[in-house]
C-alpha cells in the first residue's frame, strides 16, 4: 500500500510559478510516480511520470517545456515544478503512484492523492 498527500496547490498570476509536493509513505521508493489534472467539466488528464529511479520521465505534450517532474527518495517525496503557468493550466492537481510507468502515462496508476488545487489567473 502507497499512500500519497499533496500539497503546494494555490493561486497563481498567469507566468508565474508553483511547485507541487507529493509526501509518500508505503514503499513509495520503488514506484514510478505521476501527476494527473482535471478541470471542473473535463476529464482527467495526465500530466508527468517519473521512474522510481528518476531516470526516465513523461510529460503530456501541452506541459513539456514548462513542467518538470522530480523525485527524493531519501524523503519520500515527489515534486512538480510548474513554470510559466497558464489560465489553461488550471486545474485540480492529484499525485499517483504505480509499480509500472507505462500505467501512469496510460491513466490507470495503482494509487492517487486527495489531491490539490491549482489556480492561475489571467
Known amino acids: 500500500q502507497v499512500n500519497l498527500v499533496e500539497s503546494g496547490g494555490g493561486l497563481v498570476q498567469a507566468g508565474g510559478s508553483l511547485r507541487l509536493s507529493c509526501a509518500a509513505s508505503g514503499g513509495f521508493i520503488t514506484y514510478a510516480a505521476g501527476w494527473f489534472r482535471q478541470a471542473p467539466g473535463e476529464e482527467r488528464e495526465f500530466v508527468a511520470a517519473?521512474?522510481?529511479?528518476?531516470?526516465?520521465?513523461r510529460y503530456a505534450d501541452s506541459v513539456k517545456g514548462r513542467f518538470i517532474i522530480s523525485r527524493d527518495n531519501a524523503k519520500n517525496m515527489a515534486y512538480l515544478q510548474m513554470n510559466s503557468l497558464k489560465p489553461e493550466d488550471t486545474a485540480f492537481y492529484y499525485c499517483?503512484?504505480?509499480?509500472?510507468?507505462?500505467?501512469?502515462?496510460?491513466?490507470?496508476?495503482?494509487?492517487w492523492g486527495p489531491g490539490t488545487q491549482v489556480t492561475v489567473s489571467s
Open positions: 517519473i521512474s522510481w529511479t528518476g531516470g526516465i520521465t
Open positions: 499517483a503512484a504505480d509499480l509500472a510507468v507505462d500505467s501512469i502515462v496510460g491513466g490507470i496508476p495503482d494509487y
